[in-house]
């Protein structure tokens, strides 16, 4: 089993540029999980969404190629993919010749679902789309959409995770609703640097006091965790805690180092939704 502390996070580092699907790092994502009371099936479903600004290739004629990469890894995989060996990993391309970007793209494909899978003993996909210069102009910049839980003056005193915080009327009618705040922050486990993110909560059931919840979300503000394991700590918590009829968590975080990450989990099968980013990445 790898761990972070094996990774090249927090560590001097040279920047291979010729083609290297070696230096891809798994983290295993079950002794998280653990923590949480995640021992045998999922109870969620969801994906990471990826995305990489700074993907580079030379095509056969030598004449420097870039695109932007959307890469979606399913929450079902054993492994989450640590981030700097996924930009180690990019860097490799920048010398190397290939004969397309649909090379590329399968490439891209086929390493990241060896590295997401790993130790399995099933095997599945990971989903690859790159975005050329033609296409630049057209991305668009969109912020969650919901009720900004932001709004509201509040007094916080927690910061680490602290789900008694959350709590729900249950006496009250079911409601449907989406909540939205800016105020996410967490830190990198290995390095201790500051992970900044949006997060929106989709949820049906009882009304879920959005106070508690607020300040539940700024709890994190000093916990240590990736990404991916500060969503499912929020989905299980809210689950738990608040017991909705149905839950969906996401998170975009801004980048680092031309990554980022954007972890979805739902109680219920969701299409994804579009790879759109935020002011903030």
């Known amino acids: 089993m790898t761990t972070p502390e094996q990774s090249q996070l927090g560590k001097t580092t040279a920047y291979a540029d010729q083609y290297d699907p070696g230096l891809l790092f798994p ?17 969620f479903f969801g994906a990471d969404l990826w995305t990489a600004y700074e993907l580079s290739w030379l095509n056969p004629r030598g004449k420097p190629q870039v695109a932007i990469a959307q890469i979606t890894v399913p929450c079902e995989t054993p492994n989450l993919i640590e981030s700097k060996s996924l930009k180690l990993y990019l860097n490799s391309f920048n010398g190397t010749r290939f004969a397309s970007s649909e090379a590329v793209r399968e490439r891209l494909r086929t390493d990241l679902a060896a ?31 919901g009720l900004l839980l932001d709004r509201l003056d509040l007094e916080c005193t927690h910061y680490h995770p602290a789900p008694e915080l959350l709590h729900a ?36 059931g009882a009304p879920i006091a959005q106070a508690g919840l607020l300040q539940y979300i700024v709890s994190f503000r000093n916990h240590d965790g990736f990404h991916e394991q500060c969503v499912e700590r929020m989905f299980i918590d809210i689950w738990q805690r608040c017991r909705p009829i149905e839950l969906a968590v996401y998170a975009r975080y801004t980048r680092r180092g031309g ?22 990445q």
């Not at 983290?27 to 045998?40: E, S």
């Not at 219920?268 to 002011?279: D, E, H, I, K, S």
């Open 115 to 145: 590295c997401a899978w790993i130790g399995s003993s099933q095997s599945g996909s990971v989903g690859v789309r790159l975005i050329g210069p033609d296409e630049f102009a057209a991305q668009p910049i969109r912020e969650l959409d």
């Open 169 to 204: 009327a249950h006496d009250e009618a079911p409601v449907s609703e989406t909540l939205v705040s800016h105020l996410l922050k967490s830190n990198c486990p290995v390095t201790g640097q500051p992970d900044w993110g949006s997060v929106q909560i989709r949820y049906s």
């Open 259 to 280: 990554l980022d990450i954007n972890p979805l989990r739902t109680s219920a099968p969701l299409a994804m939704p579009p790879n759109l980013r935020t002011a903030r």
């Open 27 to 43: 983290i295993a994502r079950a002794p998280a999980r653990a923590q949480i009371g995640i021992v045998q099936a999922l109870p």
